[in-house]
């Protein structure tokens, strides 16, 4: 077999065999296969695509590339999550807990944040000494005595990922469906958990901006995760606002410890009620309504505040921060972002904001810049809500003012103010299952 010949095949638009795609991912993870070849085979695919059967063969032999995890020593059904990335995006934080307080085991690898997205792991770290970089015996450990635990990912786990998203993060090769739905589900499959709950993005702070393309990922992802046996389920949420208040790193463990003990904001709060109930679900717990109501019960028993707490402790994290969150370290300075003039908040450039976010140092501009953990943005308006002249929009936290003067510059530019009130928009537009495609409208979707 030649590479010179299978990327000559998609290159006419032609269908790989299992065995092609196979010596492609074996040949280019031991290096065999050089990267001007494979940059020709993505680009090939990029515009001619690939079938599903295509598509859940790389899945699975990116999955097999590396470490496979095997859940089955963990006694339960064992439930997966993963968001496509969004700001503001604390739910892992939340929803884990829950469940697992129900009696769901959560065995769960989570990353950093990307681009202007945080990532559930700098969040984790920003808890004065817990430690996310754990070793396969004690997470395991920590599963079967806590039923939770969220470390960063660790091992020989998907090596062909690593390789092929670095490749495509330069050869503009990253927004294509189906490499995308095979770079997300190999990990999660790798990851060893029998079901899958995953929650695609739309909208001006995800990655997939529209509607349509979210649902065409969302169904290309549940039938691989189907087709190979995982229960697989997707909802499709929004990300055309920030979720919740808060944005960075210990802002946000702040807001996760509100929300789970009935504080939070309304549009977080539902959002992790739906998500918590559709993992219940997935976990044979019950039809949505009633899993929605044993969701809503572990915030108002505080079991899953207790949980969160009990898996932090596990981790060597100090649990005082999240009794009492002004033990958290403080931000140098604070600064007010006020309304230029007076009307609705009509649109909040997302992506503006998780960037903005970013350049106060929640985020990393570059791979080896560290994280400000307690810098970042508390907003006091959202979309849809009246501001008169120099009301405060938003609060930013960081270590300069320049910094906080330059990201204000970004951040007002993504916001539209004006004498009309926005129309209503859903927080979940749909369910994607194996079965169907569930759409919402506002009415339908609390907000
Ligand atoms: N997230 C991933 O893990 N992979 C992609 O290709 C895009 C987003």
Redesign the pocket.
């Known amino acids: 077999m030649r590479m010179f010949d299978i990327i000559a095949k998609k290159r006419d638009g032609k269908e790989l065999l299992a065995e092609e795609i196979k010596f492609f991912i074996d040949g280019y993870v031991s290096g065999e296969i050089k990267d001007y070849q494979v940059s020709a085979l993505l680009m090939a695919i990029y515009f001619n695509g690939l079938s599903e059967a295509e598509t859940t063969e790389l899945t699975m032999c990116m999955a097999k590339s590396g470490d496979m995890i095997d859940l089955s020593t963990i006694p339960g059904i064992k439930v997966d999550k993963h968001s496509?990335?969004g700001v503001g995006d604390k739910t892992t934080l939340i929803i884990s807990p829950m469940v697992a307080a129900l009696g769901v085991h959560v065995a769960k690898m989570s990353?950093r944040g990307?681009g202007h997205t945080g990532g559930t792991i700098d969040k984790m770290e920003s808890i004065p000494n817990l430690k996310t970089a754990v070793d396969r015996e004690k997470f395991f450990n920590i599963v079967r005595k806590i039923g939770l635990c969220v470390i960063g990912q660790s091992g020989n786990i998907v090596p062909a990922?690593k390789k092929l998203?670095a490749l495509?993060d330069v050869t503009a090769t990253?927004d294509n469906m189906q490499?995308?739905a095979a770079?997300?589900m190999s990990?999660k499959i790798a990851a060893g958990s029998d079901c899958i709950l995953l929650d695609v993005k739309a909208g001006s702070g995800a990655?997939m901006k529209t509607l349509d393309g979210s649902i065409e990922l969302a169904k290309t992802m549940v039938k691989i995760g189907e087709n190979v046996d995982r229960k697989t389920v997707a909802l499709i949420t929004d990300m055309d606002r920030p979720l919740g208040l808060a944005i960075g790193n210990s802002l946000e463990i702040m807001e996760v410890c509100k929300t789970l003990k009935g504080e939070g904001p309304e549009d977080l709060t539902e959002i992790c009620i739906s998500l918590a109930a559709n993992m219940l679900n997935l976990a044979g717990k019950g039809e949505i309504p009633e899993c929605e109501m044993l969701a809503r019960s572990t915030i108002e028993d505080g079991s899953a505040f207790n949980k969160l707490k009990e898996m932090v402790n596990a981790l060597g994290g100090d649990t005082r921060v999240l009794d009492n969150n002004d033990l958290f370290e403080k931000a140098k300075v604070k600064y007010v972002v006020k309304s230029p003039s007076e009307g609705y908040i009509n649109s909040m450039d997302t992506e503006k904001c998780g960037t903005s976010a970013v350049i106060l140092g929640a985020g990393r501009e570059t791979k080896e810049s560290s994280i400000d953990f307690s810098a970042g943005i508390v907003l006091n308006k959202k979309v849809s809500d009246y501001v008169n002249l120099g009301d405060t929009i938003a609060t930013f936290y960081s270590s300069s003012l320049e910094k906080c003067k330059s990201a204000e510059r970004l951040f007002m530019n993504g916001i539209i103010i004006s004498p009309v009130m926005p129309q209503e928009e859903p927080l979940i537009y749909a369910r994607v299952t194996k079965d169907k495609i569930e759409k919402y409208e506002v009415a339908n979707c609390r907000r």
Do not use: A, E, H, Q
């Open positions: 496509t990335g990353g990307l990922d998203y495509r990253i490499l995308i770079s997300i990990k990655f």
